[in-house]
């Protein structure tokens, strides 16, 4: 859980008068994407320890002047976007709303601190000092770091007990996953211990490995967290009791599983050629390999690892593919507006480290992505099956 992001009337026209406040940010348009997502990334961190809400004010001058801008659906739309399209980790909470306060039309950005800093931006840590936003020195994110507490923290974030540094491959950490995850000038000038670094970006709690962790870098993740791992069947038939053709069991590092499972997914698809569509050939494939990697990542990314030894489960049968994962709906998700764009993180530690190696690039698009591919390619809308413990999604081959 996060702080709340909300503020009154009353309280948002106070904080637009008060020249001083570092919890104030004062734009006269939203054309400097840049500077806008380095604030939200400050007032994420909350340096000062305020436990306030910070707040971007779009549609003023620096004086405070009311900037007459002529607020649009696509302004309201791309400020939204910056809390979930990847470029600042963990995910912000923030609101974006039209309002008028004083008399001033303008486009109001509210931004909860995080209870998982530090919060980065393309790679970077930033904080808001009195009126200026800057880097954070070692010093600063240390402090940001010492933040957490694990207790509050959701199971992949928690230190795994009796796990030390040795646990992990670190020579993948150095030359794989922190090029991709910290800003090369950043890394290069980084003069840190490589534990102080590793546990800036979450993979370390009170000095120990977190689940999370192990899960993605482990010398031997599944010893740490036995269903961390995906079953692949494929079976000449219907049923699971039909004979089977092809089976495997995907352990290893995040990466080595999500790789091998590209690749299965890629080789069982089988393309046929249209020869009645003119003036030329189609080649078409019964399923979209984009489709149900989206589907699988989707699985691995959400799914519970906590209290199951039970894997995800890719289960391709001559009518179908079924793809299964242990744990309900989390959060904020629910039936009615599940695949819409809502976004709630059972495993936000691994869903960041997914993003940082590539298997996620804009957040809560997955399931729509799917379903436009599906749709273009011609199979049916898949279908989705909720249990309180298990999400279930069936796909059928286009006709």
Request: proline share 8%; with cysteine.
């Amino acid at each position: 859980m996060r702080s709340e992001c909300r503020y009154s009337t009353q309280e948002l026209e106070q904080l637009l008068t008060d020249r001083e406040s570092d919890l104030v940010e004062r734009k006269r348009s939203p054309a400097d994407r840049s500077a806008i997502r380095k604030n939200i990334c400050a007032f994420a961190n909350d340096l000062p320890g305020h436990g306030k809400p910070g707040v971007i004010f779009v549609g003023l001058e620096d004086d405070g002047r009311c900037a007459d801008l002529t607020i649009t659906d696509e302004m309201l739309r791309i400020l939204s976007q910056m809390g979930s399209d990847g470029n600042i980790l963990p995910l912000p909470t923030m609101t974006v709303e039209r309002r008028t306060i004083a008399g001033c039309e303008m486009i109001v950005v509210t931004v909860a601190p995080s209870l998982e800093p530090p919060v980065r931006y393309q790679g970077r840590v930033f904080v808001k000092v009195g009126p200026t936003v800057r880097v954070a020195s070692a010093d600063e994110e240390r402090r940001l770091a010492e933040r957490r507490r694990a207790a509050d923290l959701p199971f992949n974030m928690r230190p795994a007990p009796g796990a030390s540094l040795e646990d992990l491959d670190l020579d993948y950490l150095r030359s794989q996953y922190l090029p991709r995850a910290i800003a090369p000038d950043v890394l290069e000038e980084n003069t840190r211990p490589l534990e102080q670094q590793l546990q800036s970006l979450r993979l370390l709690q009170s000095h120990r490995p977190t689940y999370g962790a192990l899960i993605a870098f482990g010398r031997d993740p599944q010893g740490w967290v036995p269903g961390a791992y995906v079953q692949f069947l494929r079976l000449d038939g219907t049923a699971v009791t039909d004979p089977i053709r092809d089976q495997k069991h995907l352990t290893g590092r995040l990466e080595d599983v999500l790789v091998r499972l590209d690749e299965l997914l890629d080789i069982n698809v089988s393309v046929r050629t249209d020869v009645t569509s003119a003036p030329r050939e189609v080649a078409r494939p019964d399923y979209p390999v984009v489709a149900l990697q989206q589907f699988v990542r989707n699985a691995v990314m959400h799914r519970a690892y906590e209290g199951t030894n039970a894997p995800a489960r890719v289960y391709w049968f001559s009518d179908r593919v079924e793809i299964d994962n242990p744990g309900g709906l989390y959060g904020q998700v629910n039936e009615e507006n599940f695949g819409t764009g809502v976004t709630d993180y059972r495993n936000p530690l691994l869903a960041e480290i997914m993003h940082h190696l590539g298997f996620a690039q804009r957040f809560g698009l997955g399931i729509p992505l799917a379903r436009r591919e599906l749709e273009k390619n011609g199979n049916p809308p898949p279908e989705f099956l909720f249990q309180p413990s298990r999400t279930t999604v069936i796909v059928r081959p286009a006709p």
